[in-house]
């Protein structure tokens, strides 16, 4: 019996020997796919590829693809293995600008993809592909011009009052204010009022429901991680392993919120100039009125039933991505631009100055125009975007097998791709000293001789960023009236440098920010 023992399990070590061998030499042929096309790549792992790193949560998604750009150097694309899956990363500037641009057609669709029972996650703009994506985005684009903008001005001004006022009643000159959290309960204030036309109070309410639901996405545990992981490199796990981009009680409570004030206008005839109302128009007729209905990119109006229907959690999506992917953003972007003003205070004074003089020649009621046309304003926060871009990434599917321009390689149907923008806005060839923050890269003259398609926060082409206006106003407004009240500056806790997470899906720091507010004397 011993010897039968030792025999069966010889033989099951031999089985599995040999099966490791398989594996082996399976990843192997795999991870020559682009050695064998002339594509340089960094050396993959057996398994993982290029993506053990993620996987052990020591690098974020937009670090892990800035790690395959720097390997790529003087290359104009450079290919990595997410595990066995080839994919490959885009630096050279004129081939971006085919994918993004002249090219769409073959690029259309994103790689990202989320559960299908995860439904305010499928059913977004930012998700979907094809012709729905088609046609909600031709539909949607009327809720986002500039005239739209100067509508919903008074509604961010009001908050970025309620947010001069928070830090005029709760912080003395020497307490520090963590401005991660400051400008995320802001951003959240904007974003609610803004899309599901509800005051939401973060700034006054720290239990507000908005905050902790905001919260709760991107709080990134160990699991989170690994999900937005698989949204964003490996959609095709998402179904099976029930990954969601919005979470069982996120939903609820996003559903809830937004059909309680749909019935709350519709039943008392109430109407808001806010995202709100515009999607209340497109579930009750069908477009937005003052937009045209005629036909657009080769879509019919009578196509809408088969393409998207705006009812349902179809309808709520468009306010539950406007949320998601808003405050956190317009956060992250705030709480950068006022860290590096604090460490350079001889940016800030000039940029002072500029919101000083307006200001004071505005009575302190300046309009969109005023806050938009700001100068340096806009050159501040364009550099902000540059070494921090809120979602350090573009990913998109090749849908045909594509000839890239001016050179033989082929990247086939199916293969994703992605534009690092960490490793694009921090490329030396294109920003010299990159690593250091400075508002003049973006001065008129500067701008001119900007290498076209190496600055790319918002994308470009059909899949630019929606709420790329919006952004800027909430961002702008706020900092306007932040910097005319006060004088940011550093204190013992602030971390310098900055350390940035290696678990979060937008760019974000371990620690927080915290910053001294000094009441100005102007």
């Given at each position: 019996m011993a010897a039968l023992t030792g025999s069966a399990v010889g033989d099951i070590g031999i089985l599995l020997f040999s099966l490791l061998v398989a594996v082996y030499l399976y990843y192997v042929n795999k991870f020559t796919y682009w050695k064998r096309r002339g594509v340089m790549t960094p050396k993959p792992i057996p398994l993982f590829g290029n993506f053990l790193m993620p996987m052990l949560q020591k690098r974020s998604p937009g670090q892990i693809l800035q790690d395959v750009y720097k390997a790529g150097e003087g290359q104009p694309y450079v290919g990595f293995y997410i595990f066995g899956r080839p994919a490959i990363v885009i630096r050279d500037p004129d081939i971006i600008k085919h994918i993004l641009v002249k090219d769409f057609n073959i690029f259309a669709d994103r790689h990202a993809s989320t559960s299908k029972s995860d439904t305010l996650g499928a059913q977004n703009l930012f998700i979907l592909n094809g012709e729905p994506w088609k046609y909600l985005r031709m539909k949607l684009s009327p809720t986002f011009t500039s005239g739209r903008m100067k509508k919903m001005f008074p509604l961010v001004t009001n908050c970025a009052t309620e947010l001069v006022d928070h830090l005029l009643d709760n912080f003395g000159e020497k307490e520090p204010v963590e401005v991660k959290e400051t400008t995320a309960k802001y951003a959240t204030?904007?974003?609610?009022?803004?899309?599901?036309?509800?005051?939401?109070?973060?700034?006054?309410?720290?239990?507000?429901?908005?905050?902790?639901?905001?919260?709760?996405?991107?709080?990134?545990?160990?699991?989170?991680?690994?999900?937005?992981?698989?949204?964003?490199?490996?959609?095709?796990?998402?179904?099976?392993?029930?990954?969601?981009?919005?979470?069982?009680?996120?939903?609820?409570?996003?559903?809830?919120?937004?059909?309680?004030?749909?019935?709350?206008?519709?039943?008392?005839?109430?109407?808001?100039?806010?995202?709100?109302?515009?999607?209340?128009?497109?579930?009750?007729?069908?477009?937005?009125?003052?937009?045209?209905?005629?036909?657009?990119?080769?879509?019919?109006?009578?196509?809408?039933?088969?393409?998207f229907e705006f009812s349902g959690d179809n309808l709520v999506a468009q306010p539950a991505i406007f949320f998601t992917a808003g405050f956190e953003t317009n956060a992250t972007t705030m709480s950068f631009t006022l860290y590096e003003l604090a460490l350079q205070p001889q940016l800030q004074k000039r940029l002072r100055t500029e919101i000083a003089e307006v200001m004071n020649k505005t009575n302190r009621s300046p309009t969109y125009e005023d806050v938009m046309n700001m100068k340096y304003l806009g050159m501040?926060?364009?550099?902000?975007?540059?070494?921090?871009?809120?979602?350090?990434?573009?990913?998109?599917?090749?849908?045909?097998?594509?000839?890239?321009?001016?050179?033989?390689?082929?990247?086939?149907?199916?293969?994703?791709?992605?534009?690092?923008?960490?490793?694009?806005?921090?490329?030396?060839?294109?920003?010299?000293?990159?690593?250091?923050?400075?508002?003049?890269?973006f001065e008129e003259e500067s701008k001119r001789l900007q290498k076209p398609f190496t600055y790319l926060p918002f994308g470009d082409g059909p899949h630019n960023c929606i709420g790329r206006r919006f952004g800027l106003m909430a961002v702008k407004t706020a900092l306007v009236?932040?910097?005319?009240?006060?004088?940011?500056?550093?204190?013992?806790?602030?971390?310098?440098?900055l350390v940035m997470s290696t678990r979060a899906s937008v760019l974000a720091t371990v620690s927080g920010i915290p910053l001294i507010f000094t009441r100005s004397k102007a």
């Open positions: 204030d904007v974003i609610s009022t803004c899309a599901f036309g509800i005051g939401s109070n973060s700034l006054k309410d720290p239990k507000a429901d908005f905050r902790k639901f905001g919260k709760k996405i991107f709080h990134f545990t160990w699991f989170r991680t690994l999900e937005i992981l698989g949204l964003f490199f490996v959609p095709s796990l998402m179904s099976f392993l029930h990954g969601r981009f919005f979470s069982k009680d996120a939903t609820e409570f996003l559903r809830k919120a937004f059909w309680d004030v749909i019935d709350y206008r519709e039943s008392n005839k109430i109407v808001r100039e806010d995202f709100l109302n515009l999607l209340i128009q497109l579930k009750n007729t069908g477009h937005i009125e003052g937009s045209e209905t005629e036909e657009k990119n080769g879509l019919k109006e009578d196509k809408s039933s088969s393409l501040v926060v364009s550099e902000t975007l540059r070494k921090y871009p809120p979602l350090p990434l573009l990913d998109r599917i090749c849908l045909q097998d594509y000839n890239v321009p001016g050179s033989d390689l082929i990247i086939e149907k199916n293969t994703p791709v992605f534009i690092a923008l960490l490793g694009l806005h921090r490329d030396p060839e294109y920003y010299p000293d990159p690593e250091f923050y400075d508002p003049q890269r009236h932040i910097l005319y009240q006060f004088e940011v500056k550093p204190c013992k806790d602030t971390p310098i440098p």
